[in-house]
T-cell receptor, first 113, second 116 residues
Framework: DTEVTQTPKHLVMGMTNKKSLKCEQH?????MYWYKQKAKKPPELMFV???????INESVPSRFSPECPNSSLLNLHLHALQPEDSALYLC????????????FGEGSRLTVL | AQKITQTQPGMFVQEKEAVTLDCTYD???????LFWYKQPSSGEMIFLIY??????QNATEGRYSLNFQKARKSANLVISASQLGDSAMYFC?????????????FGSGTKLNVKP
């Protein structure tokens, strides 16, 4: 069983919809990440939260809006997406200190029509 | 410059044979971590093995071993006795510590196909 849980597993949305991806962890990690992954490509970093504060935004378009309400939860709010935003969205967590690996959730597969 | 380079887009291996997946990295840090992840078609990223930059012994986890050559900056994954379930994408990754948190860099991946 994964200790990083992502919901929903699959999401289909139109370009005018507003939806959210959710990530929950119970590992006590204080760094949380959103990655976007297209087919046959490596994960691309989107956002990093450190102690619930946004530390990195890798020039992600504003139609993606992250939120970290507490140390266990990470959301990604989606609005007015484009078809090219269709991808696998992976949530991950890690220690803040210089140790340990990234723990991934199972991902949310997003299709934008 | 690329932080992580995986030069093999695709590999084939016969079931029960060993296979080596290549990975080279680029860093000026003294303290860093190297990882391999497996990603089956379902999409989940599965952690396989870890090597710390100060570890003198090569890491091993079951059928997985990491051939760490620090001077050459390489961290190849060796899978022994391949199984059909090993067919997947494999990503090499490196952790660096920047601005008080960990940053992870991924290679482009190697698609491994195990033939019966």
């Amino acid at each position: 069983d994964t200790e990083v849980t992502q919901t929903p597993k699959h999401l289909v949305m139109g370009m005018t919809n507003k939806k959210s991806l959710k990530c929950e962890q119970h590992m006590g990690h204080r760094a949380m990440y959103w990655y976007k992954q297209k087919a046959k490509k490596p994960p691309e970093l989107m956002f990093v939260y450190s102690y619930e504060k946004l530390s990195i935004n890798e020039s992600v378009p504003s139609r993606f809006s992250p939120e970290c309400p507490n140390s266990s939860l990470l959301n990604l709010h989606l609005h007015a997406l484009q078809p090219e935003d269709s991808a696998l969205y992976l949530c991950a967590t890690s220690h803040i200190e210089n140790t340990g690996e990234l723990f991934f959730g199972e991902g949310s597969r997003l299709t934008v029509l | 410059a690329q932080k992580i380079t995986q030069t093999q887009p695709g590999m084939f291996v016969q079931e029960k044979e060993a296979v080596t997946l290549d990975c080279t990295y680029d860093t000026s840090d003294q303290s860093y971590g190297l990882f391999w992840y497996k990603q089956p078609s379902s999409g989940e990223m599965i952690f396989l093995i870890y090597q710390g930059s100060y570890d003198e012994q090569n890491a091993t986890e079951g059928r997985y071993s990491l051939n760490f050559q620090k001077a050459r900056k390489s961290a190849n994954l060796v899978i022994s006795a391949s199984q059909l379930g090993d067919s997947a994408m494999y990503f090499c990754a490196m952790r660096e510590y920047e601005d008080n948190f960990n940053k992870f860099y991924f290679g482009s991946g190697t698609k491994l196909n195990v033939k019966p």
